[in-house]
């Protein structure tokens, strides 16, 4: 069993930060989990955003957040933290932390095993 909860999102104008954060539960250990984030807006397909390795050794990110969105993970803590700079009203959507039992890289919803339950990013222009 892994429980994955969403927390941090909220309402913020365009060029304003948040930073969401993914608390997961597990009886095995968080660090054994490829992690990612994916977001979906009204009408659209999910969209990858970033991921992160088991020990961070190796992240990756979605074009349109790049250099604007820092991926990062706390093993210690059990929790997988976005933070988001520069947000744009086109960032506005439902935010999803997702975990992968296989430490490879995957951009796509299918390649994740647990989901959360999404928290709200809206940015207002």
């Known amino acids: 069993q892994v429980q994955l909860v969403e927390s941090g999102g909220g309402s913020v104008q365009a060029g304003g930060s948040l930073r969401l954060s993914c608390t997961v539960s597990?009886?095995?250990?968080?660090?054994?989990?490829?992690m990612g984030w994916f977001r979906q807006a009204p009408g659209k397909e999910r969209e990858f955003v970033a991921a992160i390795s088991r020990i961070a050794r190796s992240i990756y990110y979605g074009d349109s957040v790049k250099g604007r969105f820092t991926i990062s993970r706390d093993n210690a803590k059990n929790t997988l933290y976005l933070q988001m700079n520069s947000l744009k009203p086109e960032d506005t959507a439902v935010y999803y932390c997702?975990?992968?039992?296989?430490?490879?890289?995957?951009?796509?919803?299918?390649?994740?095993?647990?989901w959360g339950q999404g928290t709200q990013v809206t940015v207002s222009s």
């Open positions: 597990t009886v095995s250990t968080f660090s054994r989990y490829f």
């Open positions: 997702a975990a992968r039992n296989y430490n490879i890289y995957s951009d796509s919803p299918a390649g994740y095993d647990y």
